[in-house]
């Protein structure tokens, strides 16, 4: 099955400054990589996703990256701001006996200081 | 629109108690549906998938259950709780495509 690793678990920036998150995935089948991030005491939330034919996507302070042939992608967050501390996520998609199925990294606590 | 919502937000039992978390989804038909656990401080750890009524997958042998008794239920359940179920329960749903939305969550504390 799939394997997703993600790094750093903690993540201390100024606001203002850039985030990076990075994950690993060992399934070359895995189309599908979304990012969540999770507030304390809530559901995860969907910032941003892309799937396998896009190398890049973007919106506004939030972008993804892919590398398929490495394998990995990454999430920037630039000109962060308070409201973005949170935990994020990051997973991978591989289809398999008609349920999609997600397998999820195991999370990055980031915290913007004000 | 669509919507998930699960219920209770947060419960406290005893050892050896019952659970019963239910999920309900809105707006798409035949939903694929999810449940997850979130130890603190922890990852995500998928519990139970459903692609339909009646059909259930486990991904992690436990004392917990999953049902869906109607094509926009899914209930999580334990006869008899331990104190390591305690956790953050999530239900997910796939409305449509790829993309997994989670419900707010549940808190259990198992004392």
């Known amino acids: 099955g799939e394997n997703v690793e993600q790094h750093p678990s903690t993540l201390s920036v100024q606001e203002g400054d850039s985030a990076v998150i990075k994950c690993t995935y060992s399934?070359?089948?895995?189309?599908?990589f979304p990012w969540y991030k999770q507030e304390l005491g809530k559901g995860p939330q969907l910032i941003i996703d892309i799937r396998s034919n896009v190398g890049e996507k973007k919106d506004q302070r939030i972008a993804v990256t892919l590398n398929k042939t490495a394998k990995h992608f990454s999430l920037h967050i630039t000109e962060t701001q308070p409201e973005d501390s949170a935990v994020y996520f990051c997973a991978a998609d591989l289809y398999q006996t008609g349920a999609n199925n997600l397998f999820f990294g195991t999370g990055t606590r980031l915290t913007v200081i004000p | 629109s669509q919507t998930i919502h699960q219920w209770p937000a947060t419960l406290v039992q005893p050892v050896g108690s019952p659970l019963s978390l239910e999920c309900t989804v809105e707006?798409?038909?035949?939903?694929?549906l999810y449940w997850y656990r979130q130890a603190a401080g922890r990852g995500l750890q998928l519990l139970f998938y459903s692609v339909g009524i009646g059909q259930i997958s486990s991904e992690v042998p436990q004392n917990l259950s999953a049902s869906r008794p109607q094509d926009r239920q899914f209930i999580l359940s334990s006869k008899k709780l331990l104190l390591s179920d305690s956790g953050f329960y999530l239900c997910?749903?796939?409305?449509?495509?790829?993309?997994?939305?989670f419900g707010e969550g549940s808190w259990l504390t198992v004392v």
């Open positions: 997910a749903w796939i409305p449509g495509g790829n993309t997994i939305y």
């Open positions: 399934d070359s089948a895995s189309n599908y």
């Open positions: 707006g798409t038909s035949n939903p694929n």
